[in-house]
């Protein structure tokens, strides 16, 4: 499995984006506020300008976007529905990285001795509240083929950073184009910034495998010894080279998740497969996407 790396962009390239000078007013600089006040006008151009950001020509411009995307993404993503239903469950374990919220409640004695001695928190004192999916694995697929930047490279990070949300410790995050990248192994522990930063630095050129993207899936979710394995289609569905979708899609638990206006081969790939299908808007409606078909 390979893939191109993404090329960079320059800043007079990404100054043709609204508000990027208020967003990076120098040379290497991102302003914060900037960035909070474009999430709260406009989430959508605000993170897809921040996935092309990961990609600049200045190296520390470059670095401050990715630091930025690894966060606002999973936050963006953990702001979907608060209770979704059937693939997993809330619940309060110990604290480990990228788990979930601190449970305030059940970390409360914790907190009070740190503060009266003066000392750090016992990290193995804490306790965090996290969706647990203890029967259920997720493996996406994000489509990476064509000229791929900006606002549907933001969705497919932000739907990454969803299933990782829904099911920490079994999913993997496939990318394809011509070929088909593992992100992330079912089987491999890794971080959630570093799977946001790994959608974000791929990218793919010209042709799209929608066959092979549902092999690699079924091999992926083959690791697990989950009792359900749903694999999640993010694309068009447009496939241009040979193979048959329709028989490596035989026997999966399929869910498309197709771009918003464009959907219409995802459409009849749903139909003849039995997949259940929803369209996604944009970045900030990622989360909410994957909860409709998940749930359903």
């Known amino acids: 499995m390979s893939a191109a790396r993404k090329k960079t ?4 390239e990404l100054a043709q984006q ?3 000078e208020e967003v990076s007013p120098e040379v290497g600089e991102i302003d914060e506020t900037a960035v909070d006040d474009a999430m709260s006008d406009d989430p959508d151009e605000m993170l897809s300008m921040l996935a092309d950001l990961t990609g600049a020509t200045d190296p520390k411009l470059r670095e401050l976007a990715r630091r930025l995307a690894g966060r606002l993404f999973l936050d963006v993503a953990k702001r979907g529905p608060s209770q979704p ?21 059940a970390s409360i004695d914790a907190i009070t001795m740190s503060r009266a001695t003066g000392h750090a928190v016992d990290p193995d004192q804490l306790r965090v509240r996290h969706w647990t999916t203890p029967d259920t694995a997720l493996c996406i697929m994000v489509d990476r083929s064509g000229s791929m930047g900006g606002r549907p490279l933001a969705t497919s990070a932000v739907a990454a ?4 949300w829904r099911a920490p410790d079994d999913y993997s995050v496939l990318s394809f184009g011509k070929d088909v990248v ?3 192994s079912q089987q491999h522990a890794k971080s959630n ?19 092979g993207a549902l092999v690699a899936a079924r091999d992926q979710l ?20 040979d193979g048959d979708a329709i028989a490596a899609a035989s026997g999966l638990d399929l869910v498309i998740v197709a771009p918003e206006g ?12 039995g997949a259940r299908l929803t369209t996604v808007s944009g970045p900030s409606d990622a989360a909410a996407a994957l909860t409709r078909v998940l749930d359903e």
């Open 9 to 12: 962009t320059s800043r007079r």
């Open 18 to 20: 609204p508000n990027f």
């Open 85 to 105: 239903r059937g693939v997993g469950r809330l619940e309060t374990q110990r604290y480990r990285p990228d788990a979930g919220d601190i449970d305030l409640d």
């Open 161 to 164: 950073s969803a299933v990782a």
């Open 182 to 184: 593992a992100a992330k």
């Open 193 to 211: 910034e570093a799977v946001v930063d790994a959608v974000l630095a791929l990218r793919g050129f010209g042709t799209t495998d929608v066959a």
């Open 222 to 241: 083959s690791r697990s010894s989950a009792r359900r394995r749903i694999a999640v289609l993010l694309s068009d569905c447009r496939s241009t080279v």
């Open 262 to 273: 464009d959907s219409e081969e995802a459409e009849a790939l749903a139909r003849a497969t």
